[in-house]
């Protein structure tokens, strides 16, 4: 089947795919009309016509920082705001309006999440040598039992 033609032909199709008759498949009709709205709506939302889903790695330039940083101020954070009252009288507020952005180049469309990357050795992130190497011990825990592990670690 190359291209479904109706929604109960890409039902049978996701099916046959699961390994539908040889396998029996425990969903109720409404749990798969279900998923495959969830399919389509995700489809429609992240397909961006025919792109991929990539890791980008973006360095932050003293240009950016400077950019971000309020213009006649003390610069303190990407954006600074003050506000002062007094009571009965007026209120007077300062607001100081800064490019709290990043510019990304064309071939971007979209960013889903941003990840901290620490260039130091003590990195507490999903890139820190530690946790690299505690992914690659994930692997052999089908053969060594949790305590031989943590003895290990210690």
Do not use: C
Not at 4 to 10: A, H, W
Not at 51 to 58: G, P, V, W
Not at 75 to 90: L, P
């Amino acid at each position: 089947m190359a291209k479904p033609q109706s929604r109960g032909q890409l039902i049978n199709f996701g099916l046959r795919k699961l390994g539908y008759p040889v396998l029996e498949i425990n969903l109720d009709t409404d749990q798969i009309h279900d998923a495959l709205d969830d399919t389509l709506q995700f489809f429609q939302q992240r397909h961006y016509e025919g792109i991929e889903r990539m890791f980008l790695k973006y360095k932050i330039t003293q240009e950016d920082v400077d950019r971000g940083s309020a213009k006649d101020t003390d610069g303190v954070g990407i954006v600074t705001t003050t506000g002062i009252q007094t009571s009965n009288v007026t209120v007077t507020s300062n607001f100081y309006e800064t490019s709290n952005f990043l510019a990304m180049p064309e071939h971007v469309i979209g960013v889903n999440r941003i990840f901290k990357f620490d260039t130091s050795s003590i990195s507490g992130g999903m890139f820190s040598i530690k946790y690299q190497l505690f992914l690659n011990d994930l692997y052999y825990f089908n053969s060594v039992n949790l305590l031989q592990y943590a003895m290990t670690k210690t």
